[in-house]
């Protein structure tokens, strides 16, 4: 359905229309897209016009070109909203997804001299060290370390840390979350991150360390995230 006598060029509204499949699910990631010369005659439109509105659509990463194989749609990525102060289960649970962790470690250990500076407690002073991977519908999204203090979040279990650390930190132990300060950093993944994440070696990560507080100003968390970059966009509203 293209209008020849529109005022909105002929790539344009192709793009457009290829866009809204991608997003009501009719285009799938992964699916390869019908060729150039299929729009062209379907529509009745030149093969260049087809060749813009698609390089367009790959520039903006909707499309991905594999060199020999042809154009597929590529996976959408999750837009995680920055303007708030939330947990990765909240996170999933707001966009209609299911999360899910897998534990790869939950220990108590003496705090090394670095942890124990960043969440402002003594060395040696007992931390929660919980290595998690998180899944939101199965697919893993993020390797995440936490370490959390154990003399302030008292009583955490397996169970809990398989589920939800912020519900439990306000629901069970009635604690007011605070603010956080977290900085970003692009890096490629490490082997760890290869093998969790179920990623190509070289592939790109989001790294993020955030610090947490209580709403009294305590530190009670140091988390180190490693965000799939291919899955993961962040937003952020920014005002002058
Ligand atoms: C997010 C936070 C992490 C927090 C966790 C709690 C980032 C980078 N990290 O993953 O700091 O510990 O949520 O999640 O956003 P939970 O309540 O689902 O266990």
């Not at 005022?7 to 290829?18: A, D, G, N, S, V």
């Not at 005659?41 to 990463?61: K, P, W």
């Not at 990765?88 to 962790?101: H, K, L, V, W, Y």
């Amino acid at each position: 359905m293209i209008d020849k006598h529109s005022p909105i060029p002929i790539y344009h509204q192709l793009e457009e229309q290829i866009r809204q499949k991608i997003e009501n699910g009719e285009y799938n990631p992964g699916d390869a897209l019908p060729s150039e010369r299929e729009y062209a005659e379907q529509l009745n439109i030149s093969r260049m016009t087809v060749r813009q509105a698609i390089s367009n659509l790959v520039n903006e990463r909707y499309l991905i070109r594999i060199k020999g194989k042809g154009t597929f749609i590529a996976e959408q990525k999750l837009e995680q909203n920055l303007n708030g102060l939330t947990s990765f289960t909240e996170d999933m649970i707001a966009r209609g997804m299911t999360p899910s962790n897998k534990l790869l470690n939950f220990e108590i250990i003496p705090a090394k001299p670095s942890i124990a500076q960043q969440l402002n407690i003594k060395e040696h002073a007992p931390v929660y060290e919980i290595k998690r991977i998180r899944l939101a519908q199965g697919i893993p999204m993020a390797l995440e370390r936490t370490y959390v203090s154990a003399n302030l979040i008292k009583g955490l279990t397996d169970d809990i840390v398989e589920s939800s650390l912020y519900k439990y930190i306000e629901e069970n132990l009635g604690l007011k979350i605070g603010r956080a300060s977290q900085i970003f950093e692009a890096t490629h993944a490490n082997e760890e991150e290869i093998k969790y994440l179920e990623i190509p070696e070289q592939s790109p990560v989001l790294f993020m360390r955030r610090v947490t507080k209580l709403d009294n100003g305590t530190v009670f968390e140091l988390v180190k995230s490693s965000y799939r970059a291919d899955r993961y966009k962040f937003m952020l509203d920014l005002e002058r």
